[in-house]
């Protein structure tokens, strides 16, 4: 038997390697020549160390590793001397046999099985094992390959470890979801793994029925669509049983606007837009000169340029006499935009919002609109028309949105004595109707006011009374006639909502409800796949061009009879939408004889102008701009506008002498309308730009004093959603030429043809004739110029025996008129042709003796054909003047 070492060469034998021979002292045949090992694979060798004595030693011929092999058998056998110290013929021992065993040497450190390890384990709970670590080592001998020790290296967890992991304190979810920790290992020998290895550990609340897998925040990017809420939300139910799943998701945008994101366009542009009846008055406009009255209110632009009055019980406006009549008929509607809530302490006291009483004398209210106690009341005193007849009075309606301090649409149709009440778009009627007599006629003026009501007579001191506390917007009133359904629904919808994707998809057994405006959506059903597919398709969807930035905030509630299920929040994120930048441009001056001035079609101010609008957009195959990255480019746009407004820089227009127009005809076909005053004009109505552009080319401007006229201007601005988008000011100043050295310039008010060009420089010739020098110029050259230079002198003399003609006409017109007589040409029309005024001041005093000889030489041309002639005579003139001008030298034309 023998033991070596592994890395060592020695084996050290049990007993000693020794051969005998009993031929001794016979010479060389008592001596041991060798020892011979029988097994091929055995890495070992004996030596003879002393012959005489037999004595061996066993050596490894290369270095052995016990992880190869652990223990080697094999046969030695020894051979004497014999005949000669060459042993060729020596004896043979009989065979031994050896083994030999290999001892380890600890040499390699405990390795993991696994890289890292993870487990999940349920709140609340003490566990024996949450779950097993394992190292091995490759040392050959139990001592050596087997791991007497683990630890967890991580300090202040509340984890052991004997092998197995286990915790020492039970873990909670709300303080601690994950834990980390790192293990190492000690082998028999006392060798630590090179390596630590980590673990994490997962802590589940405790299972509650509820929704899993929602979205905390959805992005929304203007423009795409429809977009889902909850991809992957599910409903966990711990496996308890369903028996009917009631789920209702809601869409809160009580912070934005009036409720949600609406159209934003101008009371009147949104009613020309959904089809109302023409005729409604808003009371509460925006403040300008023309409309005063709300100056002094409080005024909150809102978050999307919605026109918000704040109301906190001090404020009140009175509407001018001339904006309303003061008796409304049989058929009227009353509309406004109401967000209210409970006044603490105050709930004894009327709230008005409209009122009609008297002014003076005494205090009577004709009608009045008002909330009291939560509740809404409108009130219609008639005049007296029956004696002794009782008729409807007050009405009143209890609901909760008229204290939910929240927005909504109030609209009041009267067909007296039906009053019908509209709250977004939905029907009530009143479940109160108080019958009073009618009111006695009186000769007592009435005066109409929002926010409360006026107190005029029984009264030392006229005042508001009554006052209203919350916010109101677009207050209309249109008497002679009631709006239907349609209309107000149209009026007050929201263009973002909830939508449901793939409907056709949806499974049948799920029933589904959305409120009028889509804000809320209710689903049931009994399964609970259909419930999840259901929910997944729940979508967020914006229909605006621009809709308004920031967050909308979803609620979504379960009810089911088995189990209760726990509500969640969320948020959708609509991102900032490219905003559009619109651009006026055209002629910025303008000089016109002072005759067309006097005209009945006037002068036309923005015959030239052109609005666009352009936006900044990045390319569909580069990602969105960041602030490192270059911004996208301009791209044009199809815009809508709402209003444009040609405001008179400056004194107001003189209304005797002075105004502005449009050609009969230019809103035709399209959803425009005009309002016309000292101070400007407004054009609005929901249309495209080329409408606008088409309906601004025709504002004209005409002046019946043009002598005392030098100049005017005009500012031109355009906005699209109710001024949350403006134009730029584009600026027009009109000149009125009244001398003949002005009138050298006139040419620059006819525009070129657009095949002609105009050279705005003498190297703009040579440009033309590229193959002529211009130090030389040729004969065709020098001949076109004189032949300009000529039409040029024809030109100034025609408009010089203009301007004498005209100054004879004013001569002889002021002689003839009164001293007191008011100069009064509504109907007349002036049409001014310089060529045939040329020819008119010139010919003179032809015309009697070519009359004289007309009346003796042609008796026989009746007068019809003799209007006739002069009529063509007319017409061909212009045509001759059109011709002479485009010859004219366009040097001086400006743009």
């Known amino acids: 038997h023998g033991v070596i070492t592994e890395n060592t060469d020695i084996v050290m034998l049990d007993p000693p390697l020794v051969a005998l021979d009993k031929d001794a002292p016979i010479p060389y045949a008592g001596e041991i020549c060798a020892f011979n090992i029988h097994g091929l694979e055995a890495p070992f060798e004996a030596v003879v160390l002393n012959g005489t004595s037999g004595e061996g030693q066993l050596r490894a011929r290369r270095l052995i590793d016990c992880e190869l092999q652990k223990e080697y058998t094999f046969i030695i056998q020894a051979h004497d001397c014999g005949s000669g110290p060459g042993g060729t013929e020596g004896k043979k021992s009989h065979k031994a046999v050896v083994h030999i065993q290999v001892n380890d040497v600890n040499e390699f450190a405990p390795v993991f099985r696994e890289p890292h390890y993870r487990a999940a384990v349920t709140e609340g709970k003490i566990y024996d094992t949450i779950m097993q670590v394992e190292a091995t080592d490759q040392d050959c001998s139990p001592q050596y390959s087997q791991i007497c020790n683990y630890q967890i290296t991580t300090s202040n967890t509340p984890f052991a470890i004997d092998r197995n992991i286990r915790n020492t304190e039970k873990l909670n979810y709300d303080r601690q979801q994950q834990y980390e920790i790192l293990v190492t290992a000690w082998d028999c020998g006392q060798k630590r793994a090179l390596h630590n290895v980590p673990v994490r550990i997962d802590v589940k609340p405790v299972c509650k029925p509820g929704w899993q897998g929602s979205n905390k925040q959805v992005d929304y990017e203007p423009g795409t669509g429809s977009k889902q809420l909850f991809p992957k939300m599910h409903l966990e139910t711990c496996g308890g049983p369903l028996s009917s799943v009631r789920t209702t998701v809601e869409l809160q945008t009580s912070h934005i606007g009036k409720g949600c994101d609406r159209e934003t366009y101008s009371e009147k542009s949104l009613q020309k837009l959904c089809g109302a009846s023409s005729g409604s008055t808003d009371l509460l406009p925006a403040p300008s000169p023309a409309t005063n009255w709300t100056v002094n209110l409080v005024s909150d632009s809102g978050r999307d340029s919605d026109l918000i009055f704040r109301f906190d019980g001090h404020q009140a406006a009175k509407i001018p006499d001339r904006v309303v009549l003061q008796n409304l008929t049989d058929q009227f509607t009353i509309a406004t935009w109401m967000k209210h809530g409970p006044s603490p302490g105050l709930r004894a006291e009327k709230e008005t919002l409209l009122c009609n009483s008297d002014k003076t004398e005494m205090n009577r209210h004709h009608y009045s609109l008002y909330v009291h106690n939560c509740r809404l009341v409108f009130l219609l005193r008639r005049d007296f028309t029956q004696v002794d007849t009782f008729r409807p009075a007050e009405f ?25 009440l509209y709250v977004d778009g939905v029907t009530y009627d009143p479940y109160l109707v108080t019958d009073d007599w009618p009111i006695h006629p009186s000769q007592i003026d009435m005066q109409l006011t929002v926010g409360a009501c006026w107190q005029g007579g029984e009264v030392t001191k006229p005042r508001f009374t009554q006052y209203f506390r919350g916010s109101l917007s677009g207050l209309t009133i249109r008497p002679g006639k009631i709006e239907s359904q349609k209309v107000i629904s149209c009026l007050q919808a929201c263009k973002e909502g909830l939508d449901i994707n793939s409907l056709e998809s949806l499974d049948k057994s799920i029933k589904f409800h959305f409120n009028p405006a889509q804000s809320i959506l209710v689903m049931e059903g009994d399964d609970l ?40 929040d969320a948020v959708v994120m609509v991102q900032q939408p490219s905003e559009p930048r619109i651009t006026i441009t055209g002629v910025e001056k303008l000089s016109w004889l002072a005759a067309d001035f006097r005209s009945s079609e006037g002068i036309a101010l923005f015959q030239d102008v052109h609005i666009i609008s352009t936006v900044t957009t990045t390319p569909a195959e580069e990602p969105r701009p960041t602030p490192t990255r270059r911004p996208g480019v301009l791209e044009e746009i199809i815009h809508n506008l709402d209003y444009c407004d040609v405001l008179v820089l400056g004194e107001e227009l003189d209304p005797q002498f002075e105004a502005l127009q449009l050609q009969q005809g230019a809103l035709l076909r399209k959803h425009l309308d ?51 988008y403006t134009s730029n000011e584009f600026s027009l100043e009109v000149k009125a030429m009244h001398n003949s050295e002005d009138e050298d310039h006139i040419s620059h008010i006819i525009a070129p043809p657009q095949y002609m060009q105009v050279a705005h420089h003498p190297s703009m010739l040579q440009e033309l004739f590229p193959s002529h020098s211009s130090d030389v110029p040729n004969a065709a050259t020098v001949l076109i110029v004189m032949c300009i230079a000529a039409l040029v002198v024809v030109a100034v003399l025609g408009i010089y ?82 011709k002479t001008v485009q010859k004219w030298d366009k040097t001086t034309i400006s743009y």
């Open 396 to 420: 009143h309606w209890k609901l909760e949105q008229i204290c939910d301090k929240e927005w909504h649409y109030y609209v009041i149709n009267v067909e007296f004595p039906v009053v019908t």
């Open 529 to 568: 796949g259909n419930i999840n597919a259901a929910v997944r398709k729940v979508s967020y969807i914006n229909s605006r061009q621009f809709p308004t930035p920031g967050i909308r905030r979803l609620h979504i509630s379960t009810l089911d009879t088995c189990i209760t299920i726990p509500d969640i």
């Open 674 to 724: 005009v309002t016309n005053s000292t101070s400007g004009m407004s054009i609005y109505g929901v249309d495209s730009m080329s409408n606008y552009e088409q309906v601004i080319r025709q504002v004209r401007y005409y002046s019946r004093q043009p002598k005392s006229l030098l100049e005017r201007r005009f500012r031109l601005t355009c906005s699209e959603l109710n001024g949350r």
């Open 801 to 882: 025996r203009i301007h004498l003609t005209h100054q004879q006409e004013m001569k002889l017109a002021e002689s003839i008129k009164e001293p007191d007589e008011t100069w009064n040409d509504s109907a007349l029309t002036i049409t001014v042709n310089p060529m045939e005024a040329a020819e008119d001041g010139s010919d003179e005093e032809e015309d009697e003796e070519e009359e004289e000889e007309r009346d003796d030489d042609d008796d026989d041309i009746t007068s019809v054909e003799s209007d006739d002639s002069e009529e063509e005579m007319d017409d061909q003139l212009p045509r001759v003047q059109c």
